[in-house]
Every structure is written in C-alpha cells, then in structure tokens.
C-alpha cells in the first residue's frame, strides 16, 4: 500500500506522515477541549457558590488557561502553522503550566504549616 501512495503523488511516505499527524493533532484536540470543560465548569459551579477567594479556583483557572492554550496548540499544529504551535503556544503552555505547580506546592506548603501551627 505504501509503494501505491509513493506512485500516486511522488511524494512518498510524506503524505502518510502528514495524514497522521494531522489525526494526531485533531484526536488531541478533542480529548483537551474535553478537559477544559471540566474545570470550567467547576470554577462557574464554585462562583455560584462565592468561593472566589480559595485557591482551588486559582488552580483551576489556571489549568483551564493550561488546557484551552494545548487545545490551540493542537489546532494550530493540525493547520501545519509551527511558528504558532511550537514557537509561540509550546512555552506559553509550559508557563502556564509551571506556575499552575507553583502556586499548588506553596499552597500546600502553607496549607500544612497551619495544620503543624494549630496541633501545637
């Protein structure tokens, strides 16, 4: 089947390779834009409910601007525009995602500060 796609274009396995990136790129599309309505949801839900303030929400901002920003990526990267995909919402992501962990392990650090604080 590969010698067939290689005579019809000239191109040779290219093609095959774009076709599955492509699928790659669409299938992961999906599955973020999934996970994005999650925390969205949670954070509409929590303000509802006027938790603005706790850290939980913070969080969830953040890994919802995480998720929306990967969805971009793989659309982006489904459109073959590489400078946008990997030059621009690649580190993006990873800034996002690195303070998402900062603020969670200081907020747990502080979170078990005050449980030592309060079993004294």
């Known amino acids: 089947m590969l010698h067939t796609l290689e005579n019809l274009n000239g191109e040779g396995n290219g093609n095959l390779v774009k076709l599955i990136q492509i699928e790659y790129h669409l299938i992961d599309a999906i599955f973020y834009f999934a996970g994005f309505t999650i925390p969205i949801y949670f954070i509409l839900k929590s303000r509802s409910k006027k938790i603005e303030g706790d850290i939980l929400v913070k969080l969830m901002m953040l890994f919802?601007?995480?998720?929306?920003?990967?969805?971009?990526?793989?659309?982006?990267?489904?459109?073959?525009?590489?400078?946008?995909?990997?030059?621009?919402?690649?580190?993006?992501?990873?800034?996002?995602?690195?303070?998402?962990?900062?603020?969670?392990?200081?907020?747990?650090?502080?979170?078990?500060?005050?449980e030592e604080e309060a079993s004294i």
Do not use: C, D
Request: no cysteine.
């Open 64 to 114: 919802a601007s995480f998720m929306l920003i990967q969805f971009i990526y793989h659309i982006a990267g489904m459109l073959n525009l590489k400078l946008l995909s990997k030059g621009i919402l690649e580190p993006i992501s990873a800034v996002a995602l690195t303070i998402f962990a900062i603020i969670y392990y200081f907020s747990i650090k502080k979170r078990k500060r005050k």
